[in-house]
């Protein structure tokens, strides 16, 4: 089965700082999702990613797609508040089903 | 449009006892899947239906059973509730059963088991 390895864990960054998340697959990625989650709640949609080298932004959160490495980056500038939660990475496998990774944790200092 | 809803939101159940969770689709979306979530092993799928067939199956023992009715909305219950049955069940709907479509998600039904 299609594994994801999300790295960092955690992460607590200062307001205002940049971070970057990465998600590392077992096998070849052929879309590959991200959602943010508030504890305890359902997961928001952020950008899902198609073609190798594609790279999407919503507000200041961008995501990157490296097909070869298999690896997709999320990256938030100048964090704010309300960029704190779990944020998941989701790829389908090849039996069509989404699985995820285990989650970031980002926690946002003042 | 509405989002996915879920009811009820919370449950406290006891061990033995049989469990059934509901999950409304945005409208117009006929795919439904259903998954887990515990803090130790995560978010994981337990099953899809698209026009009230079941597409596919997590690795999940048979206790845990859903099904689609012809509106796209969707149950799922599980029978002889067990303490590690205690999670986060989550529901979300696509439009269709293509691959690549976007899933969204409910708030989650959050059931305790004791």
């Known amino acids: 089965s299609q594994e994801l390895e999300q790295s960092p864990q955690s992460l607590i960054v200062q307001e205002g700082k940049n971070l970057t998340i990465n998600c590392t697959s077992s096998k070849t990625l052929y879309g590959l999702y991200w959602y943010k989650q508030k504890y305890g709640e359902g997961l928001i949609f952020l950008m899902m990613l198609q073609k190798g080298g594609e790279e999407k932004s919503h507000e200041k959160i961008t995501a990157k797609l490296d097909e070869k490495k298999q690896q997709s980056s999320l990256h938030i500038t100048a964090s704010q508040p309300s960029h704190a939660g779990i944020y998941l990475c989701g790829a389908v496998d090849s039996w069509g089903k989404l699985q995820f990774g285990a989650g970031t944790q980002v926690v946002v200092t003042p | 449009k509405a989002g996915v809803t879920q009811t009820p939101r919370y449950l406290i159940k006891t061990r033995g006892q049989q469990v059934t969770l509901s999950c409304s689709p945005i409208?117009?979306?006929?795919?439904v899947s259903w998954y887990q979530q515990t803090p130790g092993q995560g978010l994981q799928f337990l099953f899809e239906?698209?026009?009230?067939?079941?597409?596919n199956k997590g690795n999940f023992p048979g206790r845990f059973s859903g099904r689609q009715f012809s509106n796209s909305r969707s149950e799922m219950n599980v029978s002889t509730l067990e303490l590690g049955d205690s999670a986060l069940y989550l529901c979300?709907?696509?439009?269709?059963?293509?691959?690549?479509?976007?899933?969204?998600f409910g708030p989650g039904t959050r059931l305790t088991v004791l």
């Open positions: 239906y698209f026009s009230e067939t079941q597409r």
């Open positions: 409208s117009g979306h006929r795919s």
């Open positions: 979300a709907s696509r439009p269709g059963d293509g691959g690549l479509d976007t899933q969204y």
